[in-house]
């Protein structure tokens, strides 16, 4: 039986989730988390069929925005465009701790998704750049055929250009459910919810 953790409770978290998340998500960096910031994003299709991968965090703007970057053109792009609902779950083994984050996603507009492009690695401008994610490949020396010739056509210092299919997203939560591990698989689970940004937040506690 694992050892039992402080009990969570909306006193303990707050009354405003995103402020809590913040402090788990520093929490779990202090702790040794390796990659606090890899996130599960669920999408789906009009239809309801589910896929899931993993991405990386990439800032948390309000009113509650869980942003990450990717090709629009891929599987998890495609199904956004037509089912703007989603979902993000974290899972910090260390403080077993998990957050589920639910709502629509919003795209970025040009100048954020360039600023971001900016920060990024050459070699993973030209990995992002030349890409199909998701579509199939002949074979692996075609991929990095493709990635050669792409790259010789900006010389040292010339900067590669953002695909205007690749871009940055926002996850408005409108559900987060704070998740602490306790012995004898006796969770505690707390949810908040709102109704739109800017409503106030409601918390209820859930069997686990």
């Not at 998500?25 to 040794?32: S, T, Y």
């Not at 090709?71 to 037509?82: L, M, T, Y």
């Not at 010739?149 to 590669?160: K, L, T």
């Amino acid at each position: 039986m694992s050892a039992p953790h402080a009990p969570l409770d909306a006193a303990t978290l707050g009354p405003d989730p995103i402020v809590a998340f913040r402090r788990w998500f520093d929490e779990a960096g202090d702790a040794g988390v390796r990659m606090p910031e890899a996130m599960a994003l669920a999408t789906a299709t009009p239809a309801g069929k589910p896929s899931l991968r993993w991405v990386l965090l990439r800032g948390l703007e309000e009113p509650g925005h869980f942003i990450f970057f990717t090709n629009g053109e891929s599987r998890k792009g495609r199904e956004i465009a037509a089912n703007r609902e989603a979902a993000l779950a974290f899972y910090w083994d260390p403080l077993d701790r998990q957050v589920r984050i639910e709502g629509p996603v919003v795209a970025l507009d040009d100048e954020e998704s360039d600023a971001y492009w900016a920060t990024r690695a050459r070699a993973s401008q030209v990995s992002a750049a030349v890409s199909r994610q998701s579509q199939p490949a002949a074979d692996r020396a075609a991929m990095d055929r493709a990635f050669t010739e792409y790259d010789a056509r900006f010389p040292s210092g010339v900067p590669v250009p953002r695909p205007p299919h690749w871009g940055g997203f926002g996850l408005v939560a409108h559900a987060i459910e704070f998740w602490q591990g306790q012995p004898a698989r006796f969770h505690d689970r707390l949810r908040y919810e709102r109704a739109h940004p800017g409503a106030p937040w409601t918390v209820t506690r859930l069997w686990p």
